[in-house]
């Protein structure tokens, strides 16, 4: 009777450590997402939501690494085109494109359709998303800048 009684206790106090523990971690998540509203980090939920949209819209296309298919998809995946103009971008999704596009000094000759069916929000994310490991990164894409440019 004396060890289960023991082992009881035991497991209380683990878990109540494990509780401590777990609570010492999520402030310290929330201390670090505290930063300028600027940062793509202040807004990981944000990120998860355009790498859904970009799961189901452009990952075919694009791969899902983001390197594109030779020739006719170009790479998302920190280059020129995508560091650059966000209005460049912001316009690709909404009207698509169909002439050629030279990204690295690669021609690129496939068709990219509109995505206008999207919301703002699901665009800006999206974009955010393919932007995130750019120097880009920290020059968020509102859902105010795509309701502008619609």
């Known amino acids: 009777m004396k060890y289960i ?3 009881t206790v035991l497991a209380v106090l683990l878990w109540g450590c494990n509780q401590q523990a777990q609570n010492k971690n999520n402030e310290e998540k929330e201390t670090k997402y505290a930063s300028p509203q600027s940062s793509i980090s202040v807004r990981p939920d944000r990120y998860e939501e355009g790498k859904l949209v970009y799961t189901k819209h452009c990952k075919v296309c694009h791969q899902a690494n983001r390197k594109g298919i030779p020739k006719i998809y170009p790479p998302l995946k920190n280059t020129e085109k995508v560091k650059g103009d966000k ?6 999704v909404l009207n698509g494109m169909n002439e050629e596009i030279i990204v690295e000094g690669i021609k690129y000759k496939g068709m990219m359709a509109s995505y206008r069916n999207l919301s ?3 665009i800006a994310d999206v974009l955010n998303y393919i932007r995130k490991d750019s120097d880009a990164k920290s020059d968020l894409i509102l859902a105010s800048d795509v309701k502008r440019k619609r």
């Open 87 to 92: 209005d460049f971008l912001i316009e690709v």
């Open 120 to 122: 703002d929000q699901e």
């Open 5 to 7: 009684l023991l082992s």
